[in-house]
């Protein structure tokens, strides 16, 4: 068993579980602002996607990763507002509009990219331009931990920011405040002559931008292609872990980090024969 965990615990493991986990802490800051304002975003699923396949469609023809981050953050945000627009506006369901919007994100980006590039399955190219890889020399001399935090793309590190970031915004400031009175007080909200609608409107739009940087990670930094389907359920699983965290950046952060250990053990552990059917269970187990 020891020999067993040396095979599959390791500085590759710890890596891969930081590197694994980004997406989850950029979609899940999205998921959380909605939810302190009372709506659970059911379509953090459909935003990561869409935003994954713009950008590598901005990265593609423009061959620069910032203009794929653009275009991600942008597809994003849009259909946050179409989101926001069944929602806030028009009273519907959240569950019946959330998983609509997932199905036509997926069968939307399977659609584009047979007519865009032309290709079934998946897309890659010499032409997309990565995110770049950061770094830095003052880690890279530090023994066990810098292999582990060293290396990776710019939003594994940007992830980190932007927790401290949102908790001193939801916690600290007068806008994360009416983010939580428009969730649990919102008569208090309207009474002081703020609207409510207007700040979910901007909590469903902040969703969609971070669902933009999360599904931009994912297609030009964790593997710089997009394949159908690519997200492959981590909206969901952001999702959980808001609720699981609480509701609270670092507790969510915990949480997606705990899932993206659980997804880099699970490919490690096919290196040393496990059947892949049993390792994919892990981060869901």
């Known amino acids: 068993m020891e020999q067993f965990l ?21 979609v899940g800051l999205g998921g959380l602002v909605s939810l302190q304002t009372g709506d659970l975003n059911i379509a953090l699923e459909g935003m990561m996607l869409i935003g994954a396949f713009f950008a590598i469609l901005g990265s593609f023809y423009f061959e620069s990763a910032l203009v794929g981050v653009l275009f991600a953050v942008c597809s994003a945000t849009l259909y946050a507002a179409l989101f926001a627009l069944f929602i806030v506006n028009l009273r519907s369901n959240v569950f019946v509009v959330g998983i609509a919007l997932n199905i036509l994100a997926s069968g939307a980006t399977v659609f584009l990219l047979r007519l ?10 010499p032409q997309i331009d990565a995110l770049p890889s950061i770094n830095l020399p003052i880690l890279a001399g530090i023994p066990l931990l810098g292999p582990v935090l060293n290396g990776h793309s710019i939003f594994v590190y940007l992830s980190w920011l932007f927790v401290a970031l949102f908790w001193v915004i939801i916690f600290k400031t007068p ?5 939580r009175a428009a969730g649990e007080h919102p008569e208090a909200l309207s009474t002081a002559g703020l609207s409510v609608s207007r700040i979910r409107w901007i909590a469903f739009l902040l969703s969609g931008v971070m669902c933009g940087l999360g599904g931009a990670h994912l297609s030009l930094g964790y593997l710089v292609l997009f394949a ?30 705990l899932f993206g250990f659980a997804e880099g053990l699970s490919l490690r552990v096919q290196n040393v024969g496990v059947p892949s059917q049993l390792t994919l269970m892990l981060p869901y187990l």
Do not use: C, H, K, W
Request: proline share 3%; glycine share 10%; hydrophobic share 60%.
């Open 116 to 125: 865009i590039f032309d290709v079934r399955g998946s897309f890659s190219s």
């Open 6 to 26: 040396d095979q599959v615990i390791d500085i590759t493991t710890l890596a891969a579980a930081l590197r694994m986990a980004a997406p989850l802490i950029l």
């Open 175 to 179: 806008l994360g405040f009416y983010f």
């Open 228 to 257: 159908e389907n690519m997200t492959a359920g981590r909206g969901f699983i952001a999702l959980a872990a808001v609720i699981f965290g609480g509701a609270n950046p670092i507790g969510m952060s915990v949480t997606a980090l």
